[in-house]
């Protein structure tokens, strides 16, 4: 029964907005937008950017979804605007475009920076050693934005912060633990940099005498690639494994990472055998064979790693490399006694 009041609440929220869409899109296409262009465009442009945005905020204002999500609907609308509407009647879209969208683009990001800042110090208020940005971040994500939404917001995010802001040298607590040290990891990153800064150079003049856009696309997508590799990087370096509270958070960057209550372990080795390919194994690095390992964690029960953008994969064997690998062991073996 609740299901189904529920998915009746969905249907109405959604299908309405979704309605008046459709049927702008249908005045547009009429006759009778083309005898008076220039006064229906100005009031199908109000409609799909202001009105739907405010009939969606209506009908969500007294639930839990967050009210940040009245943004993709601003989004859709533009776009619908920008693919039905003449370009001639396009005046007070790009008006829209020009000097209030990145308003709201610039007061969302604000907030989202503000309620990470107030997380942070909710943290050391309560004296907590587990104090991590990327973790803050997607908490405070998850509660102005909808889910699908959270985790490749948060990690783009985290890029840029990781690589660019957070500078300042990170020390060890005694129940953390680094892996990037001897595993030849950020040797290899730092090499994939240099690989991507070199090829993007000579494609970029090989692209040019065919077409200088195409080169400039190439070249602005391969310095995306790198910063986000620069930020993977950083991020291991900030963001260490740690063992607190019984339990065990196992991170590698910002690329994986899992969480396992010490007492579902069932047995800790220190081994670098292979082991095997199976749905039930995983490695904890992102680079999978490329990196070697040292650690091997075998689980009481099956357990989700979370990969880039969210993407989770099942194990009940982990494998991953830890600089400190004797201490790491006795530290577990110790909190299992």
């Known amino acids: 029964m609740n299901k189904t009041i529920n998915l009746q609440k969905k249907l109405i929220i959604f299908g309405l907005p979704l309605l008046i869409i459709g049927l702008m899109i249908l005045i547009v296409k009429s006759s009778v937008f083309q005898l008076n262009p220039n006064s229906l465009a100005i009031g199908v442009t109000f409609d799909l950017l202001l009105t739907v945005p405010f009939i969606y905020f209506l009908l969500i204002r007294k639930t839990n979804i967050p009210k940040t999500t009245i943004i993709p609907f601003m989004v859709f609308g533009m776009v619908i605007c920008s693919v039905i509407l003449p370009s001639e009647n396009q005046y007070y879209l790009n008006l829209f475009k020009t000097w209030i969208f990145p308003i709201i683009e610039l007061s969302v990001l604000s907030f989202v920076i503000y309620n990470v800042r107030k997380g942070i110090k909710?943290?050391?208020?309560?004296?907590?050693?587990?104090?991590?940005?990327?973790?803050?971040?997607?908490?405070?994500?998850?509660?102005?934005?909808?889910?699908?939404?959270?985790?490749?917001?948060?990690?783009?995010?985290?890029?840029?912060?990781?690589?660019?802001?957070?500078?300042?040298?990170?020390?060890?607590?005694?129940?953390?633990?680094?892996?990037?040290?001897?595993?030849?990891?950020?040797?290899?990153?730092?090499?994939?940099?240099?690989?991507?800064?070199?090829?993007?150079?000579?494609?970029?003049?090989?692209?040019?005498?065919?077409?200088?856009?195409?080169?400039?696309?190439?070249?602005?997508?391969?310095?995306?690639?790198?910063t986000q590799i620069f930020g993977f990087l950083k991020s291991m370096i900030k963001r260490p494994i740690s063992i607190e509270n019984d339990k065990l958070y196992l991170r590698y960057g910002i690329m994986s990472e899992s969480t396992i209550d010490?007492?579902?372990?069932?047995?800790?080795?220190?081994?670098?055998?292979?082991?095997?390919?199976?749905?039930?194994?995983?490695?904890?690095?992102?680079?999978?064979?490329?990196?070697?390992?040292?650690?091997?964690?075998?689980?009481?029960?099956?357990?989700?790693?979370?990969?880039?953008?969210?993407?989770?994969?099942?194990?009940?064997?982990?494998?991953?490399?830890?600089?400190?690998?004797?201490?790491?062991?006795?530290?577990?073996?110790?909190?299992?006694?």
């Open 122 to 226: 909710c943290y050391k208020q309560k004296k907590t050693s587990s104090l991590d940005f990327f973790t803050i971040l997607k908490s405070t994500c998850s509660e102005i934005l909808p889910k699908p939404a959270v985790i490749p917001f948060a990690t783009e995010i985290a890029i840029f912060y990781y690589g660019f802001i957070y500078w300042k040298k990170r020390e060890l607590n005694e129940n953390e633990f680094s892996y990037h040290k001897n595993s030849g990891s950020i040797s290899l990153l730092i090499a994939i940099i240099f690989i991507v800064a070199i090829e993007t150079v000579v494609l970029h003049i090989l692209l040019a005498k065919w077409s200088h856009i195409a080169a400039w696309i190439l070249t602005f997508l391969s310095i995306y690639s790198g």
């Open 262 to 337: 010490l007492e579902k372990i069932d047995s800790i080795e220190i081994s670098s055998k292979d082991i095997g390919k199976n749905k039930a194994v995983r490695k904890l690095s992102f680079l999978g064979e490329l990196e070697g390992h040292n650690i091997i964690i075998k689980l009481k029960t099956e357990h989700t790693l979370i990969g880039l953008y969210g993407v989770k994969r099942k194990f009940r064997v982990l494998a991953l490399h830890v600089d400190d690998k004797i201490a790491f062991k006795n530290r577990i073996d110790n909190a299992l006694l």
